[in-house]
């Protein structure tokens, strides 16, 4: 499956956004989505998940309580809503997919489909 994200930009501190991931298949329903990202210098670190059924979720510390990871399988698309930014939340973020084991959901090794990646940059 590919994958296509998107709705980044340049915000202000507090303020929200909303990214996107388009998926180019169906089987969309038969994998857990993610998103991760990366700052400038640093590793590419977990966000978020949500499971393929029922609608479990997961998130990072530093995210929980203002992110929020949705997906609509009649659009094959995975949202992330994110509130109250900040500037440490400046990164590429990426979309990914998975079928392995909910217990790899953290694990870049958990998803073999990634986006492009879109960048967020929030200002102070």
């Known amino acids: 499956v590919q994958l296509q994200a998107s709705g980044g930009g340049l915000v202000q501190a507090g303020d929200s956004l909303r990214l996107s991931c388009a998926a180019s298949?169906?089987?969309?329903?038969?994998?857990?989505m993610a998103w991760f990202r990366q700052a400038p210098g640093k590793e590419r670190v977990f966000v978020a998940v949500?499971?393929?059924?029922?609608?479990?979720?997961d998130y990072a510390d530093s995210v929980k309580g203002r992110f929020t990871i949705s997906r609509d399988n009649a659009k094959n698309t995975a949202y992330l809503q994110m509130n109250s930014l900040k500037p440490e939340d400046t990164a590429v973020y990426y979309c990914?997919?998975?079928?392995?084991?909910?217990?790899?959901?953290?694990?870049?090794?958990?998803?073999?489909?990634w986006g492009q990646g879109t960048l967020v940059t929030v200002s102070s």
């Open positions: 990914a997919a998975g079928r392995t084991v909910w217990g790899s959901r953290a694990s870049n090794v958990g998803y073999n489909h």
């Open positions: 298949e169906p089987t969309f329903r038969d994998y857990n």
């Open positions: 949500i499971r393929r059924t029922g609608g479990i979720t």
